[in-house]
C-alpha cells in the first residue's frame, strides 16, 4: 500500500470549461501518466458535473483518466441536485455522497488540490 503522502486527490467543482480544459484535466492526467504521483484520485463535485454531463470532451478526457488508472468519483448530492447522477455513471463515475470519503482523504495525510 502507498504511503497517502504520495496520493493526489484533485476536487474539480468549476464549472468553466476553460480551466477544466487548460489546467484540471492536463495535470491530473499527466500527474498519472507521467508518474508525478503514484496515486491519483479526480473528484466531481458542484457545477462541474453538470458541465461534464454536457460536455463530449470533458467525457472522453474522462475515460481517458479512468484508462490511466485514475480513480474517478463525483459528489452524489451535487449530481442528482443537477440531475446528472445517472449519466456519470454511465462515464464509470464512482458516484456516491463525497463528504465522508473528502475528510479521511484530509486526515489521512493526502495531498489535495481543489479548483
Request: a negative charge; charged letters at 25%.
Amino acid at each position: 500500500m502507498m504511503a497517502a503522502s504520495e496520493e493526489l486527490v484533485v476536487v474539480w467543482s468549476s464549472g468553466d470549461p476553460e480551466v477544466a480544459r487548460e489546467m484540471v484535466f492536463m495535470y491530473t492526467l499527466n500527474a498519472k501518466t507521467r508518474g508525478w504521483w503514484p496515486g491519483v484520485t479526480f473528484v466531481i463535485w458542484g457545477p462541474s458535473a453538470k458541465l461534464l454531463s454536457e460536455d463530449a470532451e470533458l467525457q472522453e478526457r474522462v475515460r481517458r483518466m479512468i484508462e490511466a488508472g485514475i480513480r474517478v468519483e463525483a459528489c452524489k448530492a451535487c449530481a442528482e441536485d443537477y440531475g446528472v447522477a445517472g449519466n456519470l455513471e454511465a462515464l464509470g463515475v464512482d458516484v456516491r455522497f463525497m463528504g465522508v470519503p473528502l475528510t479521511e482523504y484530509l486526515k489521512e495525510g493526502r495531498k489535495v488540490l481543489s479548483f
